[in-house]
């Protein structure tokens, strides 16, 4: 007889779907979250003993060279990669330690999925400025995207430290400790990242997405195709719309012949 079953590899498969939070998906997210990341580092700077250090950075980063950054950044939010990058690299020939246009060059590199040498732009940033969060939140979802999730929990960590309140980082850490099968965390990461995360429809279908998937891992397939598809609903042409129906696909019940 046949008898409908859910296939024992279904954690393993959604672990793949974590880390394949597709590369152009993950990018998406933190591009999403750009301008409120430097946003939050310049308010920051004003208000937080913490971030003497990144205000002593930008105090001996020359004004012309901070200009330079300032229109890389507007560049880069603007979709301009190539200005941005152009103005990056002004900025860090008149100085080459600063760390803003070190971090909006790294994120250049994230578009171009030039992994390996974002990597090490992101780390020149921190090397200059170790309160750069955006930097350390970078790395972290390389890390998750490449599928290192035990490896982005350090990075995220310290970037939960320099940006509270900024959704993004608890939206990686929960993917990060998905990743790494600690669901219950996941989703107390995931509930933090729903306290921060505004009404912008395609970052309530991430989040939506994510829960679904913790959901699954923990064998609570009913409220996993509940979010999965509540993360369509919020944003149907969305790419997590599209990851979503990847997951309700490859996570259907499987027929299991039986003598």
Not at 203 to 221: E, P, Q, T
């Amino acid at each position: 007889m046949k008898q409908t079953n859910w296939p024992d590899k279904c954690g393993a498969m959604q672990r793949s779907l974590i880390s394949s939070g597709l590369h152009v998906v993950s990018g998406l997210i933190l591009a999403l979250s750009v301008e409120p990341l430097f946003a939050q580092i310049d308010v920051n700077i004003r208000t937080e003993p913490t971030q003497q250090l990144i205000s002593m950075n930008q105090l001996l980063t020359p004004q012309k060279a901070q200009r330079a950054t300032e229109r890389a950044r507007t560049a880069f939010m603007l979709g301009r990669f190539e200005e941005a990058d152009k103005q990056a690299k002004r900025a860090l020939d008149i100085f080459p330690r600063c760390a803003n246009a070190l971090t909006v060059e790294g994120l250049i590199r994230m578009q171009d999925r030039d992994d390996g040498d974002a990597l090490r732009l992101f780390q020149e940033a921190i090397d200059a400025d170790p309160t750069m969060g955006v930097a350390y939140l970078a790395m972290g979802q390389i890390f998750n995207t490449q599928g290192r999730f035990k490896e982005a929990l350090v990075p995220l960590s310290r970037a939960a430290a320099f940006l509270p309140g900024v959704w993004s980082v608890h939206y990686e850490t929960a993917r990060a400790r998905l990743g790494d099968g600690e669901v219950q965390s996941g989703l107390i990461e995931i509930a933090y990242a729903e306290r921060f995360i505004g009404t912008d429809s395609q970052n309530r279908s991430a989040l939506s997405f994510l829960r679904g998937i913790a959901n699954l891992l923990r064998k609570d397939y009913t409220a996993g195709t509940q979010y999965l598809n509540d993360a369509i609903k919020r944003d149907p042409k969305g790419p997590y719309a599209l990851l979503a129906r990847k997951a309700l696909e490859r996570s259907q019940p499987s027929p299991i012949n039986e003598k």
